[in-house]
């Protein structure tokens, strides 16, 4: 027990807090329960004025109780207000680190990774360490409330209960009215996090395009942008529900309060015991109740532990993470070659590329054949540096691509994939997620050669019009033109096309296949396809 809560305490420290912040919130933490925890005090002062028959007892305590009341309530506000903006800060800042860890991740090791798990890790475990401020400020206040309470029972009798029972209309309608705005901001919360989670799914299934085209952090920031709108509505609603949990205290008070006044009557009037009077049953209630909280810490503390240990090995520079060596490097002109020299590579020691040499050249498109499992996509991942892992050396030109910064590098090769990745963003912004800068005069340009542009004019919103479901809302066809018009935006100077035509009609496909083309005139171009290519040019092949 002892090791797992310093292995606690030791996460709580690596937290980006403000010592300012949390002393504030334990301060007002301590605050709202102690001071509760005198109204029964005063409520014994009160019931003792009523044995000595001291008004004035009686009337200052009350005043004692109210205004420790309000303090109390003042208190709790503070609290609350203080745990949701601290929580939130934390649930943010650690759903980010998680999010952007896993696009820091190698291609290889995201495999290994499966999405539900990755899921978890964001939503599900970054919400441990809310859980763990939670259970520290419990644990504090609980082992306070275990040596300050003492339980009394307070016995009612049928008139007083008839009171309590008058107190539901009132509160019923505190519920339905704050009922109304909640439900809103529940709608609200609904959508939103249903784009959100639509958000992240997109994003790791499209892992592989994002790391292609160096777009892990214009993902993160826009990540940040949809989480912050999350928090944002749900503290609005957190903070309806706190006043209205306030206002709803306030009511219990003063039926307290009145069901206090009417049992000093029947005192006075001999119908009521003064033993029930001064009994304490909210000393026993908070006796137990702390009892039963602090035996639950091990076993709280050892869920907590997993994620902790799950996100330890996802943010740190563990097993899940690469280093490249970069040197510095300069493109000054096009390039022209890509020479693949003694390429190797294994997978559990069987052999997927053998001794495969090859030179790929501008000028002319360059045919990739072979059956499934031949090796093409693998040839692709290794030459767009998702798979790092092989022997052998790949030249652009003269140059070797392991001496190519990332950064440099993406800029240089374009990977479009059979699937048809596209976001639920609109055609637009999907045209522009690789180069933000690109003018609407260079979009329409490539959509025509395309044939794009007269089906997205068409549109209500042309070229702002939606895509929902990630392209489902529009044909294979017209999704897989969008990609290559996606990339060609880019303007690099390699192509790379797996399979981008074997699942399309004839039309779309000698559509494609021009495009592509008229693109190798002046690039590199690389593609793999089951069919002869029908083009009017002659073309490199490279058998499987």
């Given at each position: 027990?002892?090791?797992?809560?310093?292995?606690?305490?030791?996460?709580?420290?690596?937290?980006?807090?403000?010592?300012?912040?949390?002393?504030?919130?334990?301060?007002?933490?301590?605050?709202?329960?102690?001071?509760?925890?005198?109204?029964?005090?005063?409520?014994?002062?009160?019931?003792?004025?009523?044995?000595?028959?001291?008004?004035?007892?009686?009337?200052?305590?009350?005043?004692?109780?109210?205004?420790?009341?309000?303090?109390?309530?003042?208190?709790?506000?503070?609290?609350?207000?203080?745990?949701?903006?601290?929580?939130?800060?934390?649930?943010?800042?650690?759903?980010?680190?998680?999010?952007?860890?896993?696009?820091?991740?190698?291609?290889?090791?995201?495999?290994?990774?499966?999405?539900?798990?990755?899921?978890?890790?964001?939503?599900?475990?970054?919400?441990?360490?809310?859980?763990?401020?939670?259970?520290?400020?419990?644990?504090?206040?609980?082992?306070?409330?275990?040596?300050?309470?003492?339980?009394?029972?307070?016995?009612?009798n049928s008139t007083l209960s008839i009171i309590f029972i008058l107190i539901f209309p009132i509160t019923s309608f505190i519920y339905y009215f704050t009922g109304k705005k909640l439900r809103k901001k529940q709608l609200e919360l609904k959508n939103e996090h249903d784009d959100y989670?639509?958000?992240?799914?997109?994003?790791?299934?499209?892992?592989?395009?994002?790391?292609?085209?160096?777009?892990?952090?214009?993902?993160?920031?826009?990540?940040?942008?949809?989480?912050?709108?999350?928090?944002?509505?749900?503290?609005?609603?957190?903070?309806?529900?706190?006043?209205?949990?306030?206002?709803?205290?306030?009511?219990?008070?003063?039926?307290?309060?009145?069901?206090?006044?009417?049992?000093?009557?029947?005192?006075?009037?001999?119908?009521?015991?003064?033993?029930?009077?001064?009994?304490?049953?909210?000393?026993?209630?908070?006796?137990?109740?702390?009892?039963?909280?602090?035996?639950?810490?091990?076993?709280?503390?050892?869920?907590?532990?997993?994620?902790?240990?799950?996100?330890?090995?996802?943010?740190?520079?563990?097993?899940?993470?690469?280093?490249?060596?970069?040197?510095?490097?300069?493109?000054?002109?096009?390039?022209?070659?890509?020479?693949?020299?003694?390429?190797?590579?294994?997978?559990?020691?069987?052999?997927?590329?053998?001794?495969?040499?090859?030179?790929?050249?501008?000028?002319?498109?360059?045919?990739?054949?072979?059956?499934?499992?031949?090796?093409?996509?693998?040839?692709?991942?290794?030459?767009?540096?998702?798979?790092?892992?092989?022997?052998?050396?790949?030249?652009?030109?003269?140059?070797?691509?392991?001496?190519?910064?990332?950064?440099?590098?993406?800029?240089?090769?374009?990977?479009?994939?059979?699937?048809?990745?596209?976001?639920?963003?609109?055609?637009?912004?999907?045209?522009?997620?690789?180069?933000?800068?690109?003018?609407?005069?260079?979009?329409?340009?490539?959509c025509k050669k395309l044939n794009l542009h007269e089906f997205i004019s068409k549109l209500e919103n042309g070229y702002d019009t939606y895509i929902y479901k990630g392209g489902e809302t529009i044909s294979g066809g017209q999704a897989q033109r969008l990609c290559i018009a996606r990339a060609a935006l880019t303007n690099p100077d390699i192509f790379i096309f797996d399979e981008i035509i074997s699942s399309l009609d004839a039309y779309?496909?000698?559509?494609?296949?021009?495009?592509?083309?008229?693109?190798?005139?002046?690039?590199?171009?690389?593609?793999?396809?089951?069919?002869?290519?029908?083009?009017?040019?002659?073309?490199?092949?490279?058998?499987?």
């Amino acid at each position: 027990m002892k090791k797992e809560i310093s292995l606690v305490f030791k996460y709580i420290l690596e937290l980006d807090l403000s010592k300012w912040e949390f002393s504030s919130l334990l301060f007002a933490t301590i605050m709202a329960n102690l001071i509760n925890l005198t109204q029964p005090f005063f409520l014994g002062k009160v019931i003792d004025g009523v044995t000595t028959f001291s008004n004035l007892a009686i009337v200052n305590n009350l005043l004692f109780m109210a205004t420790f009341f309000v303090f109390s309530m003042f208190f709790l506000y503070i609290k609350n207000k203080k745990t949701i903006e601290i929580v939130s800060k934390i649930e943010i800042d650690m759903k980010k680190k998680i999010f952007n860890s896993i696009f820091k991740m190698s291609y290889k090791d995201f495999l290994i990774n499966n999405d539900g798990k990755l899921l978890n890790l964001i939503e599900e475990d970054a919400m441990v360490f809310s859980n763990i401020l939670s259970t520290l400020l419990s644990m504090i206040i609980d082992i306070l409330s275990f040596f300050i309470t003492i339980g009394i029972m307070l016995f009612l009798n049928s008139t007083l209960s008839i009171i309590f029972i008058l107190i539901f209309p009132i509160t019923s309608f505190i519920y339905y009215f704050t009922g109304k705005k909640l439900r809103k901001k529940q709608l609200e919360l609904k959508n939103e996090h249903d784009d959100y989670i639509s958000f992240i799914t997109e994003s790791l299934n499209n892992f592989k395009l994002l790391k292609i085209f160096n777009k892990e952090t214009d993902r993160g920031n826009h990540f940040t942008s949809k989480i912050r709108n999350i928090y944002d509505i749900g503290i609005t609603k957190i903070l309806i529900e706190t006043k209205s949990e306030i206002l709803l205290q306030i009511v219990l008070f003063i039926n307290n309060m009145v069901v206090l006044i009417l049992g000093i009557y029947m005192i006075f009037m001999g119908t009521f015991t003064l033993g029930s009077l001064i009994s304490f049953n909210s000393y026993s209630e908070k006796f137990k109740q702390s009892a039963l909280s602090l035996t639950k810490i091990n076993s709280s503390i050892q869920n907590m532990l997993v994620s902790l240990e799950r996100i330890h090995n996802i943010t740190t520079n563990g097993k899940y993470h690469f280093k490249v060596v970069e040197e510095n490097y300069i493109k000054t002109e096009n390039i022209h070659t890509v020479l693949i020299n003694n390429l190797n590579y294994y997978v559990d020691s069987k052999h997927i590329l053998k001794n495969l040499n090859f030179e790929f050249r501008s000028g002319s498109i360059n045919l990739v054949s072979g059956e499934s499992g031949s090796g093409k996509t693998t040839l692709f991942n290794i030459l767009t540096k998702l798979i790092t892992s092989y022997s052998g050396q790949i030249f652009f030109d003269t140059v070797n691509i392991q001496n190519i910064p990332n950064k440099e590098y993406r800029k240089i090769i374009c990977y479009v994939t059979q699937e048809s990745l596209i976001f639920s963003e609109t055609i637009s912004n999907n045209l522009k997620l690789y180069n933000k800068n690109i003018t609407q005069e260079e979009i329409i340009d490539i959509c025509k050669k395309l044939n794009l542009h007269e089906f997205i004019s068409k549109l209500e919103n042309g070229y702002d019009t939606y895509i929902y479901k990630g392209g489902e809302t529009i044909s294979g066809g017209q999704a897989q033109r969008l990609c290559i018009a996606r990339a060609a935006l880019t303007n690099p100077d390699i192509f790379i096309f797996d399979e981008i035509i074997s699942s399309l009609d004839a039309y779309n496909a000698k559509l494609i296949t021009n495009f592509v083309e008229e693109l190798s005139k002046e690039k590199i171009v690389v593609i793999s396809s089951h069919q002869k290519l029908n083009v009017k040019s002659s073309y490199s092949i490279l058998k499987l």
